[in-house]
């Protein structure tokens, strides 16, 4: 048995009608009027199903199917909630996807040695606070009740205010922690938001690994002064130092990391700015990824020495500052294993991919087994109107996920607690 993707696609127009900007894309924050009734939609159809609710301290929605089964659950499910006039798809389909498999394991009425849960992760976008994912940081004890009074929106408004004004009780935070034997597997099936699927023409991915990043703010000082008047030779010109770092940055991610390394610099600045200056200081900014961890250290090791030369070399005062960090997530090689078994037993056109992105899942990386599929999105774009998947390939998503979650949880799996 399938889902019944007509029965999906209803709860697709029903949630995506509920938006602050209707002709412009989906706008629906967290803890906002929008996501009241698409909570209350989506809580009225868990409740039909019934499923046990619980809705958390940070607002996270967590529905059990199957809560008389003593053993770890298995977790699927995403996020609700969206940029400013954002896509229909980012977070949504995942959602709607579990809240869909359930359903039809109740109606077939498999057989079940795991419970399943539906979790709608809360405040993913970070369009309030700027803090993103942060209902998967909160469940993962990334923050305490105190941090939440310290982070505050553009209004002065608290992470602790808005929640509790949204009628959550934000002080149970410290209950609502998610234990590490109570999921067996995290699985999260969400749109791709970059191109690599439809460029090579396949419907499905199957993650393998998250990308680390680190971002680095550079800053060259040198000596501010006449461009005409003063000669090549005496010059201590911080653009020309920029200029050899930057250059050097393609060939060291290319030549001297590792394939998977990438960097950019995509932000620059230069003081006075002036076409007839030499100027006085060039800041800008590193942004280096690899889903191996260790092509980040290479790479940031290799900058260093780079800078300094290159300081050196034309007289300029440097400083490198780490402004920015995040580890590389390796997903699960078990879940992984069980997704291109079934991928491949049922003729699913798939690849294996990394994701530049991170997702709320790779938060639950260190308490259970995490493990993520996407589906393509067209011209890789994301956050925007635009945004767009199509039906034949969210609706392979979909039974894809389908099939793996009544695998995993039907057979004695050897990793039943961690
Ligand atoms: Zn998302």
Not at 78 to 102: F, M, N, P, Q, R
Not at 353 to 380: Q, R
Request: glycine share 8%; proline share 3%; aromatic share 6%.
């Amino acid at each position: 048995m399938g889902i019944n993707f007509e029965r999906m696609m209803l709860d697709f127009s029903k949630i995506i009608s509920i938006t602050k900007t209707p002709g412009n894309g989906c706008t629906r924050f967290s803890y906002s009027p929008e996501d009241k009734q698409a909570r209350q939609y989506l809580l009225s159809q868990m409740e039909l199903l019934g499923l046990s609710i619980k809705v958390d301290a940070i607002g996270n929605i967590r529905a059990k199917f199957g809560k008389e089964i003593d053993k770890p659950s298995i977790m699927i499910g995403s996020h609700i909630d969206t940029v400013e006039s954002g896509g229909k798809y980012d977070g949504l389909t995942g959602v709607l996807a579990a809240l869909e498999i359930i359903r039809v394991l109740i109606e077939e009425e498999t057989e079940l040695r795991h419970p399943i849960e539906l979790i709608i992760f809360a405040e993913e976008e970070g369009s309030n606070f700027g803090v993103t994912m942060l209902g998967s940081k909160v469940l993962t004890g990334r923050y305490n009740v105190e941090e939440l009074k310290s982070i505050k929106n553009g209004e002065g408004i608290s992470v602790y205010e808005k929640v509790q004004s949204f009628g959550l009780n934000i002080e149970n935070v410290e209950n609502d922690l998610l234990r590490k034997n109570e999921v067996m597997s995290m699985i999260e099936l969400h749109i791709e938001q970059g191109a690599v699927l439809e460029t090579q023409s396949k419907s499905i991915g199957i993650v393998q690994a998250i990308a680390g990043m680190n971002t680095y703010k550079i800053n060259l000082e040198g000596e501010s002064n006449h461009a005409g008047t003063t000669p090549m030779g005496l010059r201590s010109d911080p653009m020309v130092g920029a200029a050899n770092i930057i250059s050097f940055i393609q060939q060291a991610a290319k030549e001297m990391a590792l394939p998977s390394t990438v960097a950019t610099v995509g932000k620059i600045s230069c003081q006075p700015n002036v076409p007839n200056i030499i100027p006085k200081k060039v800041e800008f900014y590193i942004d280096i990824r690899d889903v191996e961890s260790n092509g980040i250290e290479i790479f940031s090791k290799k900058l260093k020495e780079k800078v300094k030369n290159v300081s050196e070399e034309h007289s300029l005062k440097n400083t490198i500052e780490l402004i920015g960090a995040s580890n590389t997530v390796k997903l699960s090689p078990r879940i992984i294993e069980q997704i291109e078994e079934i991928a491949k037993e049922q003729n699913y056109n798939y690849m294996k991919l990394n994701s530049g992105a991170v997702h709320d899942s790779a938060m639950l990386n260190n308490l259970t087994e995490v493990g993520m599929i996407f589906i393509p999105s067209l011209g890789g774009k994301s956050h925007c109107p635009e945004e767009f998947t199509s039906e034949k390939d969210i609706h392979a998503g979909c039974n894809l996920l389908l099939n793996v979650v009544r695998a995993l949880a039907t057979k004695k799996n050897e990793i039943e607690t961690f």
